[in-house]
């Protein structure tokens, strides 16, 4: 059993026949997990700021540093901006 077995399917893809801004999300995950950096951004490039988001929101929940919020602020309009800019490539592209 790998962790490929319990990803979950593309709702979008599925019944539309294309892919949400989300698709390769959790690809990208098992490759970062796996060590496969640059595959993981090849297939999602917004998984690391997704992963920063991720830790800065987790780490601020225990601890306060001087500019969390801003860090957050940041890191979501990098994030959506990264997601919106891959979703549209994808979609010139295909």
Same mark, same amino acid.
């Given at each position: 059993?790998? &962790? $490929?077995?319990?990803?979950l ?5 599925? =019944?539309?026949? +294309? $892919?949400?801004?989300?698709? /390769?999300?959790?690809r990208?995950? %098992?490759? @970062?997990f796996k /060590? ?5 951004? =090849?297939?999602?490039?917004? *998984?690391?700021? &997704?992963?920063?988001? /991720?830790? #800065? %929101? ?8 001087? +500019?969390?919020?801003?860090? *957050?602020?940041? &890191?979501?309009? #990098?994030?959506?901006? @990264? ?10 592209? &295909?």
């Open positions: 059993m790998t &962790l $490929e077995n319990y990803m399917p593309c709702l979008s893809k599925t =019944l539309f026949g +294309f $892919e949400c801004m989300g698709c /390769g999300f959790q990208a995950f %098992i490759l @970062v /060590g496969h950096f640059v595959d993981a951004f =090849l297939m999602y490039p917004a *998984i690391y700021p &997704l992963l920063m988001l /991720g830790s #800065i %929101i987790i780490i601020s929940r225990f601890y306060k540093f001087k +500019f969390y919020q801003k860090s *957050i602020n940041l &890191l979501s309009i #990098i994030s959506v901006g @990264v997601i919106m800019t891959n979703y549209i490539i994808k979609q010139i592209i &295909l």
